[in-house]
């Protein structure tokens, strides 16, 4: 092994690599959105002993063209409207290679100081531009699951007095945590993994628009402190992940002030939307929550992971994680120390490719882009609602918008005559998302809500254009047209 020879090698597949990038996103709309692969193709493509020998870089990449590539679903098509989106960009990507470079871990101040000052100072940027107030302090973690689950704990430890670290979990400790019947799966996944117990999250009933019915919350937190339970929590929700409802945070503040409950807020998705003014308002009264979090590898053209996590008490999150072997202590006041802010102790630079993106778009560009992918789920919206579709010649009405439009994601269902069953209904729907998935032209994603399969088609990808959007339309109605 010699370095500098390592070096000039490193140099010139590093230039393969990039070469190899710039192809793939030159041309990654002809290949299946969604990975048209069956399960074990991938796997069986490997040996069951690992390469025992070194092997040069040209062999390597070919394998991965020939014997991965096919199992990968295109998360950064511009055709990719499935779930919520995980866009990326040129300049996270490239924060990424510069992160990998260095290799440090960020999880004491001393670690590396500038990962750790940096990380506070990029995250007080994103606090001011969606509005939080001042007095939040942010921190990254992985993702909004973990995110959730650290709130859950401070809840938890402040609420106890920082008891349950100290002795565990007693038979004396009835806690209850409250959300919407459409929260995010990951939460009682947290719920769990916190100790409270699957039966102890309540899910409360929704108004129309799937928010959360907060005079039902109020009543439930009240039956049960009458029954002997401690509500501890309420997770509210901008954006829930089947239609993005927002529950309403203000009157759910002044619920959990008044009987005195943790107020965390999951944004995971829609709070990079907190960036255009007129939204501002789905976080009215957020002076009465606790934690927020949002993930800008969702909408902000930052790659997974980069969870945004904010929290007003600092001091019991940090009190609820520290732990200080001799191994660890350093002698520098004032600075924060990361792996006092959440679960694990490593810690990547990730402020590193945000700050290369907030650099290179300016958050104007940033909202811009944004504003854009809105407005075109508005048109996808209105093909869908029109009467005279101004591409094709129409039927009768023929598709049903599901839940109101808030942002980027569209929700609606084809229903193909009015005489059919809502089970009909329910089957058709399901094998109209496989038939579309299964050209591989676009790929988009079901829910069900109140018995109702809804097809979401979620408009967020970094380069998704006008012209994606109405071929979508297109195929969708094509479709339909031969069914
Ligand atoms: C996507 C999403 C999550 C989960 O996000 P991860 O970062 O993958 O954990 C949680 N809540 C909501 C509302 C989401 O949309």
Redesign the pocket.
């Known amino acids: 092994m010699n370095k500098n020879n390592d070096i000039e090698q490193f140099k010139d597949n590093a230039i393969k690599l990039i070469d190899y990038i710039a192809d793939y996103y030159k041309n990654i709309e002809e290949y299946p959105v969604k990975s048209q692969i069956k399960p074990g193709d991938i796997y069986s493509n490997f040996e069951n002993n690992p390469p025992m020998d070194s092997r040069n870089f040209d062999e390597i990449l070919n394998d991965f063209d020939n014997k991965i590539m096919a199992g990968i679903t295109h998360w950064q098509s511009p055709n990719f409207y499935a779930?919520?989106n995980a866009n990326s960009s040129f300049p996270s990507l490239l924060g990424e290679i510069l992160t990998a470079a260095l290799g440090v871990n960020v999880f004491s101040w001393e670690t590396s100081p500038a990962g750790t000052e940096l990380e506070q100072r990029v995250m007080e940027w994103l606090r001011d531009a969606i509005g939080l107030p001042n007095y939040f302090s942010g921190v990254i973690q992985?993702?909004?699951?973990?995110a959730?689950l650290v709130s859950l704990l401070t809840a938890r430890e402040k609420y106890s007095n920082f008891e349950i670290n100290k002795s565990g979990f007693s038979k004396d400790y009835k806690f209850r945590i409250y959300c919407s019947s459409e929260?995010?799966s990951?939460?009682e996944k947290d719920v769990r993994i916190a100790g409270f117990g699957s039966d102890n999250l309540i899910k409360i009933e929704l108004n129309e628009d799937y928010s959360i019915n907060y005079h039902s919350l109020e009543k439930k937190i009240i039956d049960d402190l009458n029954n002997g339970y401690t509500p501890l929590a309420v997770i509210s929700?901008i954006?829930?992940?089947g239609t993005t409802a927002i529950d309403n945070i203000n009157e759910i503040g002044k619920i959990c002030k008044k009987h005195n409950v943790w107020h965390h807020v999951?944004?995971?998705?829609l709070g990079s939307a907190l960036l255009l003014e007129e939204n501002r308002h789905w976080i009215d009264g957020i002076e009465n929550c606790d934690t927020f979090v949002f993930?800008p590898?969702?909408w902000m053209f930052t790659n997974f992971?980069y969870?945004a996590y904010f929290v007003k008490d600092k001091e019991s999150l940090t009190k609820t994680f520290d732990i200080l072997p001799e191994y660890l202590k350093i002698n520098v006041d004032n600075v924060n120390n990361y792996k006092d802010w959440g679960i694990q102790l490593g810690r990547r630079f990730r402020s590193l490719k945000m700050w290369f993106v907030l650099n290179s778009f300016g958050i104007n560009g940033i909202k811009e882009k944004i504003k854009y992918h809105i407005s075109l789920a508005e048109k996808f919206e209105n093909l869908l609602k029109s009467d005279s579709y101004e591409y094709l010649i129409p039927p009768k009405q023929i598709f049903q918008i599901m839940a109101p439009r808030v942002a980027n994601l569209v929700t609606f269902r084809w229903v193909a005559d009015e005489n059919l069953t809502e089970a009909n209904i329910n089957e058709l729907n399901i094998k109209l998302v496989d038939k579309i998935n299964s050209t591989g032209k676009i790929f988009l994603t079901k829910t069900k809500i109140n018995n109702k399969i809804i097809i979401r088609m979620n408009i967020g990808q970094t380069y998704t254009e006008e012209r994606h959007i109405i071929d979508a339309f297109n195929l969708i109605y094509k479709i339909i047209m031969e069914w």
Do not use: C, L, P, W
């Open positions: 779930y919520f992985d993702t909004a699951s973990t959730t929260a995010h990951s939460i929700a954006g829930t992940t999951d944004a995971a998705h993930n590898h969702k992971d969870s």
